[in-house]
């Protein structure tokens, strides 16, 4: 065996930087941790010419791919070019030149993340991507080691910093929307087209990996229902914080009678919840188990350096597992096909807002409506508008079918006495301790 | 190979009948986890004839040891009887039969885990203890596999769920000390003898494991400085929350110029801080890394099912490693030999109270006197009391060494203005976001 192990880094942007940098700064502790030396061998960049603000030599750096897929001293592919198609190509020809794969590109492992792992196995080689989901949080390892003998039910996370800081802006400063997302482009937390984060489809790829580690089925990113943060109002916010809550960009992934839900959506979390407390760009996943119960893991959901310490978490996992002859050998396949739960099986409780006219009787239509159903009110908040003759109602319901309050809101539409329904969001983490 | 593998427990409290429960309830998802059925063959109680809430055949239960140790058929043997030095004799008996071991016995592997780590390897058996630390909540793996290309550079814990939940009820509900701990007692949160949770000796044992793992070094108990809770009074707490503070009980091991500290104290949080949030009988440890900046891992810290999560987690990395033929191999030693930080070489943050004669300049001499010693404050709050002609002043400093700090308060004591230093405490987490 050599005595050093070479990694080929695909991309030097802002992670590849950041890895670079750890495995420059903790060389000593890296050898410590697996008994040899850990050398960057070639780097793939666009352009070799560019400034860089990392202290690289130029001999490092190559725009050929094939300097690092075709180099048989090159034990150990980084890929953190991100994007789809490109990122897939150079790993299906590493993973085929039995080259051990770690990336930290979330969109291409949900997207193709079971059939890049089956090509690992058949190919006897590791593909890690623990920097995949939530930055520096070794989230990935905690549901496949630490909670694995645990049957889990249900994982809540906020998984997207740029949203949550969006968020927490709006909520503790009472900012707007658009002044809130243009602070979080030029403090660099949002990208100038911020559509991904915003819209909730960064979070939902992450909640797609999650789910399948979760649960062990093989969950699909199209079986994520997404539903971003840019139609929020303050308004909605400000009632939200009266009654005990703060919205959050939430991904849920729940299992109950082996079927399952995965979304993600702006929520009212109860302010006791440990969630709720997960503050600006910061990332937290909230794992309830069977047996466990509920635990919590929080971090940096991005950043250079934090996300480099998992994509060097699983540069230690490959390398302890080629000195122990064990790669490919670690991984376990899904043991379920995914089912999703109808909109029967799913159960919540909601916020919701209208606009009533202000007349005797007017509410105890609404109240007649919900009892009808076998919906019950949890809390209810009534304001008199200036808007001439109508009072605007706020009502949070217990525990009810999708189904059930999504027919309560088509027939609410329907009563004379409503003049409009507002904005209804999922409610979570009531009886929280 | 078989296609089993035997279990041998030691021991069926509460710690061990959440084992059991588990690996009769999750079998099947042992099975694909781990490639084979996880049979638990005998288990070691000291009265094989007590009624037990859980169901369990009476041939699986014997008095004898050795029907455990000296059984070739049993490959694991998973120690939950407490206790230091019968379970330390079972375990060395077990490694040097060549029978891998899995505890949750903190006080054991505070005392004795280096030696017994030792032991383990020489014999190449895997020893895990992951339940050790945290209960249910998979810290031990999150620093030597998630954070393990980090430098870490402080590790502080809320380790101890007894002292937690009085905590919460004296700083919420402003429950006395002793009502607070009566209501822990009668939950089952606290024993009938508190002394080893409330006096810190339990949160010790935890911080020496975590301190061990986080800084790859060899930290003994004795190394860890302790002081309990049963002397706070509620008076403290309230000037506390006052100044923007919770009280916890918090673990601090802490790295600088590879010197370490290691210290369970009383400790007034920030209440921005990811720790100050962790409620009644929950645990976090939040571990802060060069590179990954601030985490935390947040969940029940102790109760049967919880707790043997941690433990089957452990069982399920033996029985991996068992099919790969690699135990044994998998620990890595520390690396370096701890050294304590001198009183000069430790910083930190101080609240101190005290008794003031009410005259003029009594206040100008507290701090001419800070100073003199290059001590500023961060935050001063003034009360006149009602005990003829004394104020109460309450100073929090800003950072200082610990020898500059105590040289204060001996001086402090010296002033003939200065009638009594109540009470000081540490003092974490300022510019936490």
């Not at 992670?15 to 890296?30: A, K, M, T």
């Not at 991100?82 to 051990?100: D, L, V, Y």
């Not at 968020?167 to 087209?193: C, I, P, R, V, W």
Request: net charge negative.
């Amino acid at each position: 065996m050599k005595s050093y192990v070479s990694i080929g880094l695909l991309g030097l942007g802002t992670v590849g930087s950041g890895v670079v940098q750890l495995i420059q700064n903790h060389q000593e502790e890296l050898q410590h941790q697996v008994g040899c030396e850990v050398r960057v061998k070639s780097i793939l960049v666009r352009n070799t010419d560019k400034e860089r603000d990392i202290q690289i030599g130029q001999t490092f750096l190559t725009s050929n791919p094939d300097d690092i897929l075709q180099d048989p001293d090159i034990d150990l592919v980084v890929e953190v070019i991100g994007g789809i198609e490109e990122a897939r190509e150079h790993m299906i020809k590493a993973i085929q030149s039995g080259k051990h794969v770690v990336t930290a590109n979330k969109d291409l492992i949900a997207l193709h993340g079971p059939e890049l792992l089956e090509a690992a196995a058949q190919n006897q080689v590791d593909l890690f991507y623990e920097a995949s989901v939530g930055g520096g949080i070794p989230i990935l390892r905690g549901l496949s080691e630490g909670l694995v003998s645990d049957r889990l039910k249900k994982v809540m996370g906020i998984v997207n910093g740029t949203t949550n800081y969006i968020l927490t802006k709006m909520d503790e400063e009472g900012q707007s929307y658009e002044a809130a997302l243009k602070k979080a482009q030029e403090l660099g937390f949002a990208e100038a087209d911020p559509t991904a984060d915003v819209e909730g489809l960064d979070a939902a790829r992450k909640m797609a990996i999650l789910a399948r580690l979760a649960f062990s089925t093989n969950v699909s990113l199209d079986d994520v229902e997404v539903e971003g943060i840019s139609n929020l109002s303050l308004q909605d916010l400000h009632y939200g914080q009266k009654l005990g809550y703060t919205m959050k960009l939430i991904g849920i992934a729940q299992l109950d009678d082996q079927k399952v839900e995965v979304s993600v959506q702006p929520t009212f979390l109860a302010t006791s919840h440990p969630l709720a407390s997960v503050k600006n760009e910061y990332n937290a996943i909230y794992v309830k188990g069977e047996a466990v119960g509920e635990t919590m893991f929080y971090g940096p959901g991005a950043g250079s350096l934090p996300t480099a310490t998992a994509v060097m978490a699983d540069v230690v996992a490959v390398i302890r597992n080629m000195r122990l002859g064990v790669n490919g050998k670690t991984v376990v396949a899904p043991r379920f096909k995914s089912v999703l739960k109808s909109p029967q099986e799913r159960y919540g409780q909601f916020y919701f807002r209208l606009h009533l006219a202000d007349e005797v009787g007017a509410f105890s239509k609404i109240t007649g409506l919900f009892n009808e159903l076998g919906i019950s009110f949890e809390k209810i908040l009534q304001t008199p508008l200036n808007k001439g003759e109508l009072a605007e109602i706020i009502i949070v319901t217990h525990t009810v079918s999708l189904e059930n309050f999504q027919e309560a809101l088509m027939k609410l539409r329907d009563l004379p006495v409503v003049k409009d329904v507002i904005s209804y969001y999922r409610v979570e983490g009531n009886g929280a301790k």
